[in-house]
């Protein structure tokens, strides 16, 4: 099983970047694979990158070439670089594993100007 401590979000400007963080507390290779989901207000959690064992990343169409997904399996670590922000991706952000474990309490992404 795994818990997960997100981290790096914050205020960003539009057409600005971040890079989330997800501390995992088990070894993420133990997992099929980790995702990123976030949710903004008033909707539903939604998924928005994926990275399997091998380290190939999948993207929900909203979000391709403007994020990526890597890992650090050494350090358990999974990450979410985000470029070129607009203001839909306002959002709180999540990592989890799949098969999926507690969620924690996600990191919050604002873009504005």
């Known amino acids: 099983q795994g818990r997960f401590v997100e981290s790096g979000g914050g205020l960003v400007q539009p057409g600005g970047s971040l890079r989330l963080s997800c501390a995992s507390s088990?070894?993420?290779?133990?997992?099929?694979?980790m995702r990123w989901y976030r949710q903004a207000p008033g909707a539903q959690r939604e998924w928005v990158a994926r990275i399997n064992r091998a380290g190939i990343g999948n993207y929900e169409e909203s979000v391709r070439g403007r994020f990526a997904i890597s890992r650090d399996n050494a350090k358990n670590l999974v990450f979410l670089q985000m470029n070129n922000l607009i203001p839909e991706d306002t959002a709180v952000y999540y990592c989890?594993?799949?098969?999926?474990?507690?969620w924690g309490q996600g990191t919050q992404v604002i873009v504005s100007s």
């Open positions: 989890n594993s799949e098969p999926p474990n507690a």
């Open positions: 088990g070894d993420i290779q133990s997992f099929i694979g």
